[in-house]
């Protein structure tokens, strides 16, 4: 039998803390639960000390997620590790995450301290993360430009006062696969008490080489690896869980490993994180690019339709991507609604298929093929709903050559109906305007994107808005096959976001930070 490599993702911490990627406390439980379908290992929640928000969010994981191993990071201080604690407490398994830089040039100009203090400091964290938790990882920050005696030093330091889990992070992506395994390999061959840990890859993909890296740590002896699911993370991000555990799986022969993920959650958990987010990935990605299955080229098809083997390494079954171009259209009925999306995976309850079904019979009418992807963005509408303060009850626009775009919009706010009209540069700067107005919430829009979800000039249009208000950020998202009533719903969206976020901050105490201070 093949050794494991156990999977730790860090989508919700090192993902979620790169720009566009922040998720709000429901959105991070939501992610959680898929990452716990997905069979990770360890899931990393947040950075507890971070903010009152990811405390929060690290707590609730901590509570809700049984079968994986909850890990909290902080850095290598008493305030943080307690409070670190504190959050992951609760957990079925928890883990501290503990870390301090390594290398010279993080010690000389970011921490201002010499080897043996940064050692000492190491080895006190550990030791104090050990009193309160069985499993302790240490995390070498910038491990990859560090002085490998120096790395040996402290490794064998942390393991002897209990760390269970070392982490080797290829901080800023500088390193390639060979630099990045032979690290790995002297580690194994020079730390005496290396057997008593299991050494972690943790590689950023600023080169491109996270990936590739991290196999490479694999091949070299290392059996955790931190990745995220899309790559997302720190500027050019993380190693792709997708691409690790397909490589793994389809070239299991030549790595001699396994991992116990459930890869046919992959296809899903990307497409969550993206509705999540808004952060889209580009079509010939790896694994879960709209391209990555189709083949265009006469050759290819011959090929693929004599024996699919010729082309394709991997089905696109085994990461979850279900063969079915045309499904549904407006004659069906709940049941084989229900059905299509218990083969999507998604297994509703009768409320949710009552939502759903709704929202279908509407998009029916408007557009004859109902494609899968389709169907999952109808239900990631109706699963992000939240309390809805605000609903769009109206809305007109006129925009057209050398006319000013204007907008007249109703929104319903408990029994009453409020309406106002403004201009703007566009229609739907227009809408958003006249919401501003009758809403009287001053809004920075950060961020708009939009994107057709199937094919066709009926296309639902997935649109994905990042406002600030008061210095917070929030997210917001819809799907309609009109694209101005999406971009009115998306943008309502966030709005009533920042409207239940204010709401509980006033209600409970401690807040429940929503999303990041911008
Ligand atoms: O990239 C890094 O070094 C990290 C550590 C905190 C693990 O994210
Ligand atoms: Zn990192």
């Known amino acids: 039998m093949s050794d494991r490599v156990y999977i730790f993702d860090t989508t919700l911490r090192d993902g979620e803390q790169s720009p566009g990627c922040s998720m709000n406390f429901t959105e991070k439980i939501r992610m959680a639960r898929q990452l716990e379908r997905l069979q990770i290992d360890v899931i990393e929640a947040g950075f507890p000390i971070a903010s009152e928000g990811d405390f929060e969010s690290v707590k609730e994981i901590a509570k809700q997620i049984r079968s994986c191993t909850i890990a909290g990071l902080c850095r290598a201080n008493k305030g943080d590790i307690d409070r670190a604690w504190e959050a992951l407490k609760h957990a079925a398994k928890p883990r501290i995450h503990t870390f301090i830089a390594t290398s010279d040039i993080h010690l000389k100009y970011k921490l201002k301290k010499s080897r043996d203090e940064v050692l000492e400091s190491a080895v006190n964290a550990v030791r104090l993360a050990k009193s309160y938790c069985d499993d302790v990882e240490f995390s070498c920050e910038d491990a990859s430009r560090s002085d490998v005696d120096y790395l040996c030093q402290i490794v064998e330091a942390v393991i002897a006062e209990g760390a269970t889990v070392v982490n080797i992070p290829d901080t800023v992506g500088y390193a390639i696969p060979d630099d990045y395994g032979r690290i790995i390999r002297s580690l194994i061959e020079r730390v005496p008490n290396i057997n008593k840990a299991i050494i972690s890859a943790h590689c950023h993909d600023d080169l491109g080489m996270a990936v590739a890296n991290s196999l490479a740590a694999v091949m070299n002896g290392a059996r955790q690896i931190e990745c995220t699911v899309n790559g997302v993370g720190e500027r050019a991000g993380n190693a792709s869980l997708e691409e690790i555990a397909m490589a793994i799986r389809t070239r299991s022969e030549a790595l001699k490993v396994h991992t116990n993920i459930n890869t046919e959650e992959i296809y899903k958990s990307s497409k969550m994180l993206v509705s999540l987010t808004g952060m889209h990935i580009q079509r010939n990605k790896a694994i879960v690019g709209e391209n990555a299955f189709a083949h265009e080229a006469g050759i290819h098809q011959d090929g693929m339709l004599k024996n699919s083997i010729t082309y394709e390494i991997m089905t696109p079954q085994s990461v979850g991507i279900k063969h079915s171009t045309l499904v549904l259209g407006k004659h069906s009925g709940r049941h084989a609604l229900k059905q299509r999306y218990s083969e999507l995976g ?150 009533n976001h920042a409207v239940s976020a204010r709401y509980r901050k006033e209600q409970d105490s401690p807040v429940r930070q929503e999303s990041q201070a911008v």
Do not use: C, H
């Open 346 to 495: 998604y297994n509703l309850t009768t409320e949710e298929l009552e939502k759903a079904y709704s929202v279908f019979t509407k998009i029916a009418d408007e557009k004859k093929q109902i494609f899968d992807d389709d169907l999952v963005a109808i239900l990631q509408d109706e699963m992000a709903s939240i309390d809805e303060t605000y609903k769009l009850e109206t809305f007109q626009v006129t925009s057209g050559l050398n006319l000013i775009p204007t907008a007249t919009v109703g929104l319903k706010k408990g029994n009453e109906i409020f309406q106002d009209s403004a201009t703007g540069d566009g229609p739907v700067d227009a809408a958003y305007r006249a919401i501003e107005r009758i809403t009287g919430i001053s809004v920075e829009l950060l961020d708009y994107s939009i994107k057709s979800v199937a094919w066709g000039r009926d296309a639902i249009g997935e649109v994905f808005v990042k406002i600030a208000i008061d210095g917070y950020v929030f997210n917001g998202r819809s799907a309609s096959t009109d694209v101005i009533t999406g971009s009115v719903k998306a943008y309502l969206n966030a709005i």
